[in-house]
């Protein structure tokens, strides 16, 4: 893509993206290392352990912003940073992007004091090849550390086919781990579901992957769903390295209430969660995602933060 604009950039986590001309396994580390050198020693340390004198950073998930971030990549960072955001994580469309143009990402993310330490995936990012060797790449110059798949590939199905997901993502870890990368899952209210006895689609997965491998939290889903997010957190200790504050209240989007609440107004314990999230889950950072509000993506972001902030003052 141009680094004009993401304008013609897909806005949904859903689409996979039509790539071929994968190459064997074997030839992933030749295919990456030589270029990558660089941007590694660039990007910044490994996040440290939590720990209760510790600032957890607060970041946004660019989803919230992708109307801005479709028309303008550069002015919307700039916007973000200026609201006061730290940290941003960039959805799927981002794998669009030519090498070129995402060190000129980086380079004003640099400039703006912006860090990125995840992003979101679809499938082709965790497929052995040159895919996997362009995700690898364009995240070591971002600086992100953490590959997280989005939403599962099509055909996922039962719990044989959520172990064989596992399986895949496991193997993922693996082929990361030379690169400083690893990789993560982030959850819908539909991974909630049993599908083995009591098992839910988010136990299998968990059960299916090494503890290095990232349970990405989005708490809004899961309590759509009725799941318990505090249960969930301390059965997956140091698992949880980062959470989506997303929150979430009974009713319709008409009444503004569902996703469309901003962080505060809706039924989440945040208190509970956070405790939880820092004392065992391994919280490494927060970011906020908004699918929609009564305010501009902007202001929503905005004022999102601003709740989070007199939230964290009184905890």
Not at 282 to 304: D, I, K
Request: charged share 20%; proline share 6%.
């Amino acid at each position: 893509m141009p680094p004009a604009s993401l304008a013609h950039a897909d806005l949904s986590r859903r689409k996979f993206l039509a790539l071929s001309g994968a190459v064997p396994a074997a030839l992933l580390a030749q295919s990456v290392t030589s270029r990558a050198l660089a941007a590694t020693a660039a990007a910044p340390a490994a996040l440290a352990t939590p720990g209760p004198a510790r600032k957890i950073p607060i970041g946004l998930e660019l989803y919230s912003v992708r109307a801005a971030l479709a028309r303008d990549l550069p002015g919307t960072l700039r916007e973000v940073a200026k609201i006061g955001y730290g940290l941003v994580e960039f959805y799927a469309p981002y794998y669009d992007w030519t090498i070129p143009y995402a060190k000129e990402v980086r380079t004003l993310m640099d400039d703006l004091g912006v860090r990125c330490y995840s992003t979101h995936n679809h499938i082709e990012s965790f497929t052995p090849g040159t895919t996997m060797a362009k995700a690898i790449e364009l995240n070591q110059i971002l600086g992100a550390k953490i590959l997280v798949l989005a939403t599962a590939p099509n055909g996922t199905n039962g719990a044989e086919g959520w172990k064989r997901l596992g399986a895949t993502l496991t193997a993922t870890v693996e082929m990361l781990r030379p690169h400083g990368l690893t990789a993560g899952f982030h959850n819908h209210q539909t991974e909630w579901v049993k599908i083995d006895g009591d098992l839910r689609i988010m136990d299998v997965l968990a059960a299916n992957t090494p503890k290095e491998f990232v349970l990405q939290f989005d708490v809004g889903t899961c309590l759509e769903a009725g799941a318990d997010p505090i249960a969930w957190i301390k059965a997956n200790p140091g698992r949880i390295r980062s959470v989506h504050l997303k929150d979430w209240a009974p009713g319709t989007p008409a009444q503004e209430k569902g996703y469309r609440v901003l962080f505060g107004e809706g039924v989440s314990p945040w208190k509970e969660i956070c405790a939880a999230a820092e004392s065992v889950g391994g919280v490494e950072y927060y970011l906020m995602e908004q699918e929609g509000s009564r305010f501009s993506e902007f202001e929503t972001a905005q004022n999102c933060l601003a709740s989070w902030k007199a939230f964290r003052e009184k905890t």
